[in-house]
């Protein structure tokens, strides 16, 4: 398998008056990890979509960049949304090869104070679905998905004139994408989960 490179660049696509608050470029030559499926270090080449998340915070939340097994992804999602996470305003990316190649370098309007040090997550998955959402209910066998959060700076991008946006901090480790339970798994654990706490009241 074919390591991951991230390629640097600066999106596009913003509404004009949006207030500037923070970027960041990803760079594949600036770190020594990537995507990878099923485990670390076996390096995924395939097509895949990707989310962005950022979070006002000093430190990754807990129950994010879990161990890479079964089931990690959806769980690591889950607390990512629950800390407070909020995705960026910009389209799902959908990349080939192995490679993610942005237009432009990452904007994130909703960056608190303008140009801080925020937490971002990066959330992908092997299928043509165009949400994380999407791709949890229509996952099967073959559906991998993961989740990777790292502490990143980042520069106010509306400052004349414009200051060099950070390379990406990322961490130290792979984002692996594990198996997905499929739709079925998901709901029967709902239900379980709804009988438990039925059982509970009336006792």
């Known amino acids: 398998m074919k390591k991951l490179l991230l390629t640097a660049v600066a999106l596009a696509g913003f509404t004009a008056g949006v207030m500037a608050q923070g970027y960041f470029q990803l760079d594949g030559n600036s770190i020594a990890n990537g995507v990878a ?17 950022e979070l006002n915070a000093a430190a990754v939340p807990a129950g994010i960049n ?6 990690a992804g959806v769980l690591a999602y889950n607390a990512m949304t629950a800390a407070g996470f909020k995705m960026e305003p910009a389209p799902t990316f959908t990349f080939g090869g192995g490679v993610i190649t942005l237009a432009q370098a990452y904007k994130m309007p ?9 937490v ?6 092997n299928t043509a679905a165009t949400s994380w959402s999407a791709m949890l209910g229509a996952a099967n066998a073959s559906t991998r998905a993961g989740v990777l959060a790292w502490v990143q700076p980042t520069a106010n991008y509306n400052i004349s004139p414009t200051p060099p946006a950070p390379g990406n901090a990322w961490p130290g ?20 989960a709804a009988a438990l706490l039925i059982f509970r009241r009336r006792k």
Not at 39 to 46: L, S
Not at 110 to 118: A, F, H, I, Q, R
Request: charged share 10%.
């Open 37 to 53: 499926i099923n485990t670390a270090g076996n390096y995924y080449d395939g097509p895949f979509n990707m989310e962005v998340w």
């Open 66 to 71: 879990l161990a890479p097994a079964p089931g």
């Open 110 to 118: 909703d960056v608190t104070p303008k140009g801080s040090t925020v």
């Open 120 to 125: 971002v997550a990066v959330a992908a998955w």
């Open 173 to 192: 480790q792979d984002l692996v994408m594990t198996a997905v339970p499929e739709p079925g798994t998901l709901a029967l654990a709902g239900l379980g």
